[in-house]
């Protein structure tokens, strides 16, 4: 079984496709986006992992806590509830994507060590342009320093959640991917997760005006404390 790591508009859509046209079953419904619905006890189960990160104020949290402490047994209930109609299966390819998963991915880590793990990233000067459920992270119980600007939180929302992935241990199965590797490098992209799932898989259309879309915005969307992650993710800063 799989699952696709990434904030909401980081492009998992591509990828959701992509594993639906190869024969990867993603669940009973999906929604225009490829989710797997419905997904309000995943949700649940988000709000449930967040008691326990500790904000240290500003842009600092910790999530030490996350990896030693007993998971509920409420949490594990509701993530299975959530996964049933792919739990009740027996086939030899399926997962599932749902944006709000990320927020919970550290105790699923824990949950199903062997579950194959994809974490697709994309730029985050792209990834703000548009507004998504998780930009408010206090709708799951997520502390962090209130602001009125609507760019500004969705830029919190995507340094939280790359900051949450990065604190965890990796899986054995885990596989990086850029979004506009995905679109650019559109063949070679789907060799390493062919490589990955040990499948073959179908090749969907692309487009590349989706890449580099902050070009043409006239708000404001970039945020010093994006350097760090753009730089690790080979993403060129301002200046450059």
């Known amino acids: 079984m799989l699952t696709i790591i990434g904030r909401g508009h980081s492009g998992t859509r591509a990828i959701a496709q992509t594993l639906y046209a190869s024969g990867v079953y993603m669940g009973e419904l999906l929604n225009p986006t490829g989710d797997m619905m419905p997904p309000d006890r995943m949700y649940d189960a988000c709000r449930m992992i967040s008691r326990h990160v500790r904000w240290d104020g500003d842009l600092a949290w910790n999530f030490d806590a996350l990896h030693t402490m007993p998971i509920p047994p409420q949490f594990t209930q509701l993530v299975r509830n959530y996964l049933l109609p792919l739990l009740?299966?027996?086939?030899?390819?399926?997962g599932w994507k749902l944006p709000e998963t990320t927020?919970?991915?550290?105790w699923l880590v824990?949950?199903?060590?062997d579950l194959k793990y994809i974490f697709w990233v994309r730029n985050p000067r792209d990834c703000i342009l548009s507004d998504h459920l998780t930009d408010d992270l206090a709708r799951f119980g997520i502390q962090?320093?209130?602001t009125n600007d609507a760019r500004r939180m969705r830029?919190?929302?995507?340094?939280?959640?790359?900051?949450?992935?990065?604190?965890?241990?990796?899986?054995?199965?885990?596989?990086?991917?850029?979004?506009?590797d995905f679109v650019l490098r559109h063949n070679d992209t789907c060799r390493r997760l062919e490589e990955f799932l040990e499948i073959p898989l179908a090749r969907i259309p692309v487009n590349p005006k989706t890449i580099d879309r902050w070009k043409?915005?006239?708000?404001?969307?970039?945020?010093e404390f994006f350097a760090p992650a753009m730089r690790q993710y080979g993403y060129e800063l301002p200046g450059q």
């Not at 927020?103 to 550290?106: D, G, I, K, N, T």
């Not at 824990?110 to 060590?113: T, V």
């Not at 006239?218 to 945020?223: E, L």
């Open 144 to 146: 962090y320093p209130a």
């Open 155 to 180: 830029a919190i929302s995507w340094k939280y959640q790359d900051d949450l992935v990065r604190a965890t241990p990796k899986p054995r199965m885990w596989l990086l991917v850029r979004f506009e």
């Open 88 to 94: 009740k299966k027996d086939l030899p390819q399926m």
């Open 103 to 106: 927020l919970a991915y550290p």
């Open 110 to 113: 824990r949950l199903f060590p």
């Open 216 to 223: 043409q915005d006239t708000g404001v969307n970039y945020f």
